[in-house]
């Protein structure tokens, strides 16, 4: 069993660019959340996408978007970046209509954002 | 809007003593409180989870329990290891959303 994949692992970026990334769910998973984790804090949820469709969206702006592909794998874009911005991007999947809940995290990708 | 919050902050045990963690939450429509642990560089990883319609649950070392009137929810970890150091989240999931609201964490220090 495959688990959450994310690349990349680590990159960086100066304000006002724009940033892709990318997420391959659990195998067998047909459900992909992104969660924001700044330095010390709790993952903030950011949205969810289910067939391919934002299926829930947390408290941030649009210029965070995403797309969930017919694999189930999803892309996590942020457009003209801010310093704020800076921070782990978690991935997570589940199986939607499940009963245990759980969600599967990948190890995450960390924006730097100078 | 839906809040948990989580203390204390750090915790600091000899190792094989006990460590609790306590979480409140603020929506009464919450119904799956997981707790995760996420270790340096890592994605966070699920050790325990609990239901709405069940009071306590034990796995090995590690239990969880729920006082929904109260709103609380609580970990504990028994005769705790250098390898338990980590830190722990706990989590509500508001009424069927697959949405996680996230404590602020706990850092769990175990010396040998």
């Known amino acids: 069993e495959t688990g959450v994949t994310q690349s990349p692992t680590h990159l960086i970026k100066t304000r006002g660019q724009q940033v892709t990334l990318r997420c391959s769910s659990q195998s067998g998973h047909n459900t992909v959340s992104w969660y924001q984790q700044a330095l010390g804090q709790g993952p903030q949820f950011i949205f969810q996408?289910?067939?391919?469709?934002?299926?829930g969206r947390g408290n941030f702006p649009p210029r965070f978007s995403g797309l969930q592909f017919p694999n189930y794998s999803s892309e996590l874009n942020v457009n003209a970046l801010e310093l704020d911005d800076s921070a782990l991007y978690l991935c997570a999947s589940s199986v939607r209509d499940r009963v245990t809940g759980e969600l599967f995290f990948g190890e995450g990708s960390r924006l730097t954002v100078l | 809007g839906e809040n948990v919050e989580q203390h204390p902050s750090t915790l600091s045990v000899q190792e094989g003593d006990s460590a609790v963690i306590k979480c409140t939450y603020s929506?009464?429509?919450?119904?799956?409180f997981p707790w995760y642990k996420q270790e340096l560089g890592k994605g966070p990883q699920l050790i325990i989870d609990?239901?709405?319609?069940?009071g306590e649950k034990k796995d090995q070392r590690i239990a969880v329990t729920l006082n929904k009137t109260a709103k609380h929810f609580s970990l504990h970890i028994t005769e705790t290891q250098p390898e338990d150091s980590a830190v722990y989240f706990c989590a509500a999931e508001p009424y069927n959303t697959d949405k996680l609201i996230f404590g602020t964490g706990t850092r769990l220090q175990v010396f040998p």
């Open positions: 996408y289910y067939r391919e469709e934002e299926n």
């Open positions: 609990i239901r709405s319609n069940v």
């Open positions: 929506d009464s429509a919450s119904n799956y």
